[in-house]
């Protein structure tokens, strides 16, 4: 299978060092939409969706104005995934399947691009974002106009079978497991992706940082409090945290660990010789 790394959503909010680690506070931060494209035997799969063509041209029913304040979106057509993927050649059916690490409205923007997708996710994460009568936070992240084409949903029990330690994971197509890692949301998952004898794993939302990840972990105060403001399930996310931080001193060699919206880990990956 073929990988892309592409970035569906750049924001641009303020605070500078404050948010990206580096630079003056004065400066506005980098934030991404890590979003990977796959290329299998069975058509093409997104790996999260990002911000889509509707939220671009016409935010306000899906990106609230208080979220646009704070993220600063730049709300660029060209980095729709529908627009990277016919700028490889494709088309948007040729897109057969979405895989989310949860419904977010930074990862599931993309959705009405492809309405004839099957959606894989969690069950539990479905199940918060389609509820009626939905209010604080869980209003602003779950926006029901980006799934109001009615997709082909593909929902999932966090049950199934161990993966280097992790348990109750679901192969949802072949060499592409959902990887639970509850916090950020109650049904939030990481997706692991096979490339050949190495492990590609999207951990979503489960950190924002790549900092996050080194021995001596570390994050910029600004992130710090994005996390905070967004946790449904505080301690279930920094003890996934610790189990992400296991999993790459033990298996680093084996597995590349990265978040949805680091962008010095997208332009790694990036940089990287194309996986196929």
Known sequence: ????HLNCGTMRPLGGRLVSGRGSVLRTAEVVCHVLLLETDDGLVLVDSGMGLEDVR???PTLPRHWRLLSRPVLDERETAVRQVEALGFRASDVRHVVLTHL???HGGGLRDFPHAEVHVLAEELAAATRPGKKGNDKTRYPDHQ???GPRWTPYEATGESWFGFESVREVRPD???VPLAGHTRGHTGV?????DRWLLHAGDS????GEMAAQPHCPPGLVFMQKLMDTLPEDRLSNQDRLRALVRAHGDEISVFSAHDP???RRHQQAAPIA
């Not at 692991?192 to 050949?196: D, F, N």
């Not at 950190?207 to 790549?210: A, D, E, G, K």
């Open 192 to 196: 692991a992706v096979r490339t050949g």
């Open 1 to 4: 299978m073929k990988v892309h």
């Open 104 to 106: 977010d409205l930074d």
């Open 264 to 266: 010095v880990e997208l």
């Open 176 to 178: 592409i497991l959902l």
């Open 147 to 149: 799934w109001s084409h």
């Open 207 to 210: 950190y924002f940082f790549h």
């Open 58 to 60: 016409n935010p306000g």
